[in-house]
């Protein structure tokens, strides 16, 4: 049979279909190009507007704020990239900072204080960059007064002026009722027990230094402790971490014991340095505890991972323990392991009421006068912002602001 | 492994052993793991205070030419050499000087700290509209506020806890003791993870038990 060649027809939808793979080709690296976002040449989009620089206020010459209305093109999937900031001291713009695509402020505080700047910020685009608009000349100063914080001066002031007025009013001798203290009445138990036991007192004053407002109140406790401790002749047993500790608390043992008439009885082992080093400090408290077996434990001072160690131990020995600190942290610890614990600012205020000092005493009524404003702040501003949320009018929601504002503070 | 690192392992296991060994009771392997922590403690403290306050904050800065403010470290080591005349008993009253300007200095510069963070920011705070929001949101709201109220209450000195002003002050130490017992509960678990991490050094860094 011969061989039939076919039809030049047959070649037609080939052909096509060849002629297509350039079209295809050319389509996929547009295509390409489109979702890379490469090689896709950009008109210039429009420049950031508006820009405006101005000193920072309320602060020391530290800061130029920079502000601009976003370019027309910044939207999603449109040509602009991101801003640059440009400043200028003299005539030569150097760049400060490129910011992300929607930034429309930044604060430049790469600057010196009194200098002139001038500024002018770019559209990145894939092109390149448009730039906006020099601002005038503006320098960073430095303002004395912070308006910002003048709701915080005027409570302060008033709560100072308070304590102030206390303290001269029990300077007269005029008598400033302060309620007791559940832990205070136990301090006397406390060291009786250890009197009829005929063993030591030991008295931990926390880790932290003499500055710390807590070893001052632990301190001041321990005044009045060490009165007891001398009247009755019985052991007291401190070891201290900090050397100024040391140092007050001997200095505070010695006044006791002058002041009970038996300055021969002090000596200065009562208070012994151990080490700064936390743990150190603890394992040679937790040592002196299961050996010399004191009576009562007192724990008053600024406490951190320790607190729960010491409690414990002392717990294990049987010893009566009061504990005290404003640590909000260590407080379950003591609250769980401790036969008295007094909370917070009771340690400040059983130091008042045991020193009986007007300038304590005075300290702790001021305070007092700013909780009460805090309380009635608490109710007033939830009344108000409750009936602003169910329409009460336009004065609640007026006054829950000025709630807000007033103890809010900004810097 | 080398000599000195496994020597180094060895050191700390033990004296790990040894701290822990106090669960059971007192004994000389805990005295003496005990004298070595307090005494290598002690003396690195001193060490450290030395070279950092000593050396670095007052020898090297009043002794730098350059130095603009070389007479400001003087100051602390005046009040320094103060601290040390109580060594002395007819000047001993001087050592009192360094400590009134520790604690007057700390307190006057804490003051304003603490009023912010600890009183204004927390009443502004605690100013919320109490009916607002789902369900959760108004307990959320009632506690922050009344529980905030109520701690105040508890915290306020000039008054007897008797009466109403005793019933707020009771749902205050409610208040607060529903918080110190989320917080034991929380650190309990933090203590447990160091714990673990010494486990996990005897077990696996000593005894090579667990890799």
């Given at each position: 049979?011969?061989?039939?060649?076919?039809?030049?027809?047959?070649?037609?939808?080939?052909?096509?279909?060849?002629?297509?793979?350039?079209?295809?080709?050319?389509?996929?690296?547009?295509?390409?190009?489109?979702?890379?976002?490469?090689?896709?040449?950009?008109?210039?989009?429009?420049?950031?507007?508006?820009?405006?620089?101005?000193?920072?206020?309320?602060?020391?010459?530290?800061?130029?704020?920079?502000?601009?209305?976003?370019?027309?093109?910044?939207?999603?999937?449109?040509?602009?990239?991101?801003?640059?900031?440009?400043?200028?001291?003299?005539?030569?713009?150097?760049?400060?900072?490129?910011?992300?695509?929607?930034?429309?402020?930044?604060?430049?505080?790469?600057?010196?204080?009194?200098?002139?700047?001038?500024?002018?910020?770019?559209?990145?685009?894939?092109?390149?960059?448009?730039?906006?608009?020099?601002?005038?000349?503006?320098?960073?100063?430095?303002?004395?007064?912070?308006?910002?914080?003048?709701?915080?001066?005027?409570?302060?002031?008033?709560?100072?002026?308070?304590?102030?007025?206390?303290?001269?009013?029990?300077?007269?001798?005029?008598?400033?009722?302060?309620?007791?203290?559940?832990?205070?009445?136990?301090?006397?138990?406390?060291?009786?027990?250890?009197?009829?036991?005929?063993?030591?007192?030991?008295?931990?004053?926390?880790?932290?230094?003499?500055?710390?407002?807590?070893?001052?109140?632990?301190?001041?406790?321990?005044?009045?402790?060490?009165?007891?401790?001398?009247?009755?002749?019985?052991?007291?047993?401190?070891?201290?971490?900090?050397?100024?500790?040391?140092?007050?608390?001997?200095?505070?043992?010695?006044?006791?014991?002058?002041?009970?008439?038996?300055?021969?009885?002090?000596?200065?082992?009562?208070?012994?340095?151990?080490?700064?080093?936390?743990?150190?400090?603890?394992?040679?408290?937790?040592?002196?505890?299961?050996?010399?077996?004191?009576?009562?434990?007192?724990?008053?001072?600024?406490?951190?991972?320790?607190?729960?160690?010491?409690?414990?131990?002392?717990?294990?020995?049987?010893?009566?323990?009061?504990?005290?600190?404003?640590?909000?942290?260590?407080?379950?610890?003591?609250?769980?392991?401790?036969?008295?614990?007094?909370?917070?600012?009771?340690?400040?205020?059983?130091?008042?009421?045991?020193?009986?000092?007007?300038?304590?005493?005075?300290?702790?009524?001021?305070?007092?006068?700013?909780?009460?404003?805090?309380?009635?702040?608490?109710?007033?501003g939830v009344i108000a912002a409750t009936l602003?949320?169910?329409?009460?009018?336009?004065?609640?929601?007026?006054?829950?602001?000025?709630?807000?504002?007033?103890?809010?503070?900004?810097? | 492994?080398?000599?000195?690192?496994?020597?180094?392992?060895?050191?700390?296991?033990?004296?790990?052993?040894?701290?822990?060994?106090?669960?059971?009771?007192?004994?000389?392997?805990?005295?003496?793991?005990?004298?070595?922590?307090?005494?290598?403690?002690?003396g690195y403290w001193a060490i450290t205070y030395?070279?950092?306050?000593?050396?670095?904050?007052?020898?090297?800065?009043?002794?730098?030419?350059?130095?603009?403010?070389?007479?400001?470290?003087?100051?602390?080591?005046?009040?320094?050499?103060?601290?040390?005349?109580?060594?002395?008993?007819?000047?001993?009253?001087?050592?009192?000087?360094?400590?009134?300007?520790?604690?007057?200095?700390?307190?006057?510069?804490?003051?304003?700290?603490?009023?912010?963070?600890?009183?204004?920011?927390?009443?502004?705070?605690?100013?919320?509209?109490?009916?607002?929001?789902?369900?959760?949101?108004?307990?959320?709201?009632?506690?922050?506020?009344?529980?905030?109220?109520?701690?105040?209450?508890?915290?306020?000195?000039?008054?007897?806890?008797?009466?109403?002003?005793?019933?707020?002050?009771?749902?205050?130490?409610?208040?607060?003791?529903?918080?110190?017992?989320?917080s034991f509960g929380y650190t309990v678990m933090?203590?447990?993870?160091?714990?673990?991490?010494?486990?996990?050094?005897?077990?696996?860094?000593?005894?090579?038990?667990?890799?």
């Open positions: 049979m011969r061989s039939r060649r076919p039809p030049i027809a047959a070649f037609v939808p080939s052909l096509f279909f060849l002629s297509l793979i350039p079209f295809i080709f050319l389509t996929a690296v547009a295509q390409s190009d489109l979702e890379t976002g490469e090689n896709i040449a950009f008109a210039p989009p429009e420049p950031p507007t508006g820009v405006i620089a101005l000193d920072h206020v309320y602060d020391c010459g530290e800061m130029i704020d920079i502000s601009w209305t976003l370019s027309a093109a910044d939207t999603a999937g449109g040509p602009v990239t991101g801003y640059e900031i440009f400043r200028a001291e003299a005539d030569s713009f150097v760049s400060v900072s490129v910011l992300p695509l929607g930034t429309n402020t930044y604060s430049d505080e790469k600057i010196i204080a009194g200098t002139p700047y001038r500024y002018r910020v770019a559209a990145l685009y894939t092109g390149g960059a448009v730039l906006s608009e020099i601002t005038p000349p503006v320098s960073a100063g430095t303002e004395i007064i912070n308006w910002n914080l003048l709701n915080l001066f005027v409570i302060g002031l008033f709560v100072c002026g308070a304590v102030i007025y206390y303290i001269t009013h029990a300077k007269r001798g005029k008598k400033l009722f302060i309620r007791k203290i559940a832990g205070l009445e136990a301090i006397d138990e406390a060291i009786g027990r250890a009197t009829e036991m005929g063993r030591p007192i030991l008295f931990v004053p926390g880790i932290n230094d003499m500055d710390d407002v807590q070893t001052i109140a632990g301190i001041t406790i321990l005044g009045k402790v060490a009165q007891v401790v001398a009247a009755y002749d019985i052991k007291i047993n401190m070891p201290v971490s900090r050397s100024l500790v040391m140092t007050t608390a001997r200095e505070t043992i010695k006044e006791a014991y002058i002041g009970a008439g038996r300055p021969d009885a002090y000596n200065d082992d009562m208070v012994r340095y151990v080490t700064d080093e936390q743990f150190g400090y603890v394992a040679a408290v937790d040592g002196v505890m299961v050996r010399e077996k004191p009576a009562t434990c007192f724990y008053l001072g600024a406490f951190f991972a320790e607190s729960l160690i010491l409690a414990e131990t002392g717990n294990s020995i049987g010893a009566i323990q009061i504990a005290g600190t404003a640590q909000p942290a260590q407080l379950p610890f003591f609250v769980a392991a401790c036969d008295y614990t007094l909370i917070g600012e009771e340690l400040f205020a059983a130091s008042a009421y045991l020193s009986n000092e007007p300038k304590q005493l005075g300290s702790l009524k001021g305070q007092d006068v700013g909780k009460f404003v805090a309380m009635a702040a608490i109710i007033i602003a949320e169910f329409g009460a009018g336009s004065f609640f929601v007026e006054l829950s602001d000025i709630m807000h504002k007033l103890f809010t503070v900004e810097n | 492994m080398g000599f000195w690192e496994i020597f180094g392992v060895w050191l700390a296991a033990l004296l790990t052993l040894g701290i822990i060994s106090f669960l059971y009771r007192d004994n000389a392997f805990y005295k003496a793991c005990e004298a070595i922590f307090v005494g290598i403690s002690a030395f070279w950092d306050n000593l050396y670095r904050k007052f020898y090297l800065q009043v002794s730098d030419p350059a130095g603009t403010e070389k007479y400001v470290p003087w100051i602390g080591f005046v009040l320094g050499i103060l601290m040390l005349t109580r060594l002395f008993k007819k000047i001993g009253w001087l050592s009192r000087w360094p400590l009134a300007f520790i604690i007057g200095a700390t307190a006057g510069l804490y003051m304003m700290t603490y009023f912010v963070s600890n009183a204004m920011v927390q009443i502004s705070a605690s100013i919320l509209p109490v009916f607002e929001g789902s369900f959760g949101d108004i307990i959320t709201n009632l506690l922050v506020s009344g529980g905030t109220f109520c701690g105040l209450v508890y915290f306020f000195f000039s008054k007897e806890h008797k009466g109403v002003f005793g019933g707020a002050a009771r749902v205050g130490i409610w208040v607060l003791m529903l918080t110190f017992g989320a933090s203590r447990m993870s160091l714990m673990l991490g010494r486990l996990d050094f005897l077990f696996g860094d000593w005894l090579k038990l667990i890799k």
